[in-house]
């Protein structure tokens, strides 16, 4: 497995600022980022993503249609060599300030 990936969703009343950071660590295979979603809410905060990379990352921002609601946080990687990865949370509405962490 040489796909690594780092994600980063923070909650600060209605504003969301997702980091992230998808890469394949070995420069020498020919994995490839096959796919990649990261979604707040319903919200797909990576629309551009293009399938064929060794890396991707960046910097989001979206705003909370309802910060007083939980607000689901999800993802999916995939590679062109059989890797898979996803994964859940949730932003609490109860809480001002709330964040997710995804790492491998």
Known sequence: MSVKY????????????????????????????SDFH????????????QPGQTRFNGTRSAILKNPEQDATVSFDISSNQGFTAGDQDTLRGSKLRDSSTFIN
Do not use: M
């Not at 600060?12 to 660590?25: E, L, P, Y």
């Not at 990261?38 to 993503?49: I, M, S």
């Open 38 to 49: 990261l979604n707040v809410d319903d919200q797909n905060l990576v629309p551009e993503f």
């Open 6 to 33: 780092r994600i980063d969703v923070s909650k600060d009343g209605k504003n969301i600022t997702a980091t992230f950071d998808v890469r394949v660590t070995d420069i020498s295979s020919t994995e490839l980022i």
